[in-house]
């Protein structure tokens, strides 16, 4: 088909799974270990947020009796240049490689993306950093696999002709992680369970106030915020704050030896050396110790427990030693119990109903991984940065606060029974039976 036919015809969805087909086909000549998928195309929107631009979901389908994985491939996506397009597939191949080798090469649902990804993620051509706290988790296309891949992209870019609309009602990723989309990305297109920002946000000073401003106006001179003194700003047009630079609202910063009192820090010791006098806790003790050292060496893991009990006690020895460490500091606010320090990472529990904070913005899907960047004890508020979402900023005796969970440790998966196949059933599968082993494997 020649270049003018090809424009002639209508635009179609089909012509767009086949040249990403075609392009996945390329990969595996390549890397011949690369699996055969189902690509698939479908939204990247979770209750009203754009939260991945594709994923890798291993053992979804059968084909002709033989087991495939399954790569989606966000229409959000289609916004963007076919170069990032491409490179959502060859981020998801890299899943599917791994998934083949029985390599883990993600925790937390399919978030933290772990140094056994990079590794194989490099060796397919991406060039791959770290998204705090998604670990190795933002991937684009190195030199290399653009020039290998140019016959492909051009042809996934002239199939783009379709993309999925982004509703005014959709929030988009944070800015942290390259927006673009009309102008996060879980890789280059990329970050993890992320996706690309679009458009100008609300401004934001250091202490984490938000105002609305036209980016003309905005752009005509500073604006000073009257509690922190800092300059508004929109996330475009600066960087994200490093969680452990920001000071809690309306308090000038103080070195973290002392902002910990030293009542805390006995608190910390009292805990770790309780834990270290039973033998259930010296092996959490030292999954702990395990945890920090490889987040030192920037592998961004969880604490991997066998029980809930076990939760509870993990996270209560991550933020001893973080405490001792002085990695958790600033004013403490309490949640049903529950104390918060600036530099906490936190998790969305599950709740059934949609949440919404102090602005009225709806938190992150259930699993999302966020650390506290600002409390303050003397409104009963506090702020947590959502890599993949933005900030959202709680009051402490609100429902969405509540909601949030200490996210140090999580409680193993175990491989559960095999996708059914209903053709070698006897009998119909009983309503009321839950369909087995269908939590997707997340990459963005």
Known sequence: MTDIEALNRPPAASHLIAASEHAWRSIQVRHTA????????????ERGRLVKLGH?????????GEIRGEVLLAGEALHLPPAQVFEVLLHEAAHGLNAVRGVKDTSRGGRYHNAQFKATAEELGLVVAQMTPYGWARTELGPDALATYGSEITAIGDAMRIARRIGGNVRLGGAEETAEIGGESDAGAGGTDAERGSGTGPAMCGCGRR??????VLAQGPVLCGLCGQEFATERGTERPNPSEVVEPVRHATPAAEQRSPSATEDAIRTLTAMASTVEGAFILAEVGAWREAHRSGEA????????????VANSAARALLQLEGALTGAAVEIDGRQLLVGELVIVGEHLVPLVDLDGVEL????????????????????????????NRFDVH??????LEYGYAEVKQRAGAPLIDLRTLPEAVPPD????????????
């Open 34 to 45: 690369v699996p055969d998928v189902v690509l698939i195309l479908g939204t990247g929107v």
């Open 398 to 403: 609100s429902r969405a606060a509540s909601a």
């Open 211 to 216: 105002m609305r401003m036209a980016p003309s």
């Open 301 to 312: 893991r969880g604490i991997e427990v066998g029980t809930t009990a076990e939760l509870a």
């Open 364 to 391: 992150p899907p259930p699993g999302v991984l966020g650390t506290v960047i600002g409390t303050d004890p003397d409104t009963g508020s506090f702020i947590v940065d959502f890599p993949i979402a933005g900030t």
């Open 433 to 444: 039976r839950p369909e087995l082993n269908l939590v997707p494997e997340l990459s963005w």
């Open 56 to 64: 890798w979901w291993d053992g979804r389908w059968t084909a002709d």
